[in-house]
């Protein structure tokens, strides 16, 4: 049975209400930025995954364009909307109560520190978690395996002893397996399908209330 849970933040434990494309729009456009595409800016954020803001996203973002928009204007708006609009899945605050009465349990989220630690106050989360740890604030970001050890220190706990939850495939599945961890996939609607290196799969809405089942199945 393992003795620590960790887990991925977006998308996994919490969710906006709104698109983030949408989101995305509506910053630009309080900021006078031209129109940025969602594809785009994760492409940008995968490149800044150590950084305090997501000023350099913006920068990236609007190197290519005429406008004069201002980077951090635009990163501070975008980050504001998302915090007002974020929310948690169904049942998942209880279910982290629940699991720290058996486990060790930590959040290691990929992203600029400010934007991160926002959301987790946003929610009421500072201290759901033993360890959470944000990119911004490490040398690496998933899915590097620094990233998931400077984890499993935090949690005082080996690799091996870990199963990590999240929803991405190369960041959180991949990630975690090549750092040693086992890892449990969450499917997202309009995600990619089960992948075999995940010892389970379970359906997003289902989280927590299958999750504890099928942590307390594996050795």
């Not at 899945?89 to 109560?97: D, K, Q, T």
């Not at 991160?116 to 944000?134: C, I, N, P, S």
């Amino acid at each position: 049975m393992p003795r620590a849970v960790v887990f991925d933040l977006d998308y996994t434990l919490a969710v906006p209400r709104r698109d983030r494309t949408t989101i995305l729009e509506e910053a630009a456009t309080a900021t006078g930025a031209p129109s940025l595409s969602r594809e785009a800016y994760l492409e940008a954020h995968r490149r800044n995954l150590t950084s305090e803001t997501r000023e350099p996203i913006f920068e990236d973002l609007l190197a290519d364009t005429d406008s004069d928009a201002d980077p951090a204007a635009v990163a501070t708006a975008y980050r504001e909307t998302i915090s007002d609009s974020l929310e948690p899945l169904p049942g998942v605050e209880a279910m982290l109560a629940d699991l720290r009465r058996s486990y060790r349990v930590g959040l290691l989220t990929n992203g600029p520190v400010r934007a991160q630690r926002d959301k987790l106050e946003t929610l009421g989360w500072e201290d759901a978690f033993d360890a959470a740890l944000v990119t911004g604030e490490l040398e690496a970001g998933k899915p590097d395996s620094r990233a998931f050890g400077a984890i499993t220190d935090e949690l005082g706990v080996a690799p091996d002893e870990a199963v990590y939850v999240g929803d991405e495939v190369e960041a959180d599945v991949r990630g975690a397996t090549e750092a040693g961890m086992r890892a449990v996939q969450v499917l997202l609607s309009d995600g990619p399908g089960p992948d075999p290196r995940a010892v389970a799969h379970l359906e997003q809405g289902d989280l927590a209330a299958a999750l504890p089942g099928v942590l307390e199945g594996l050795e």
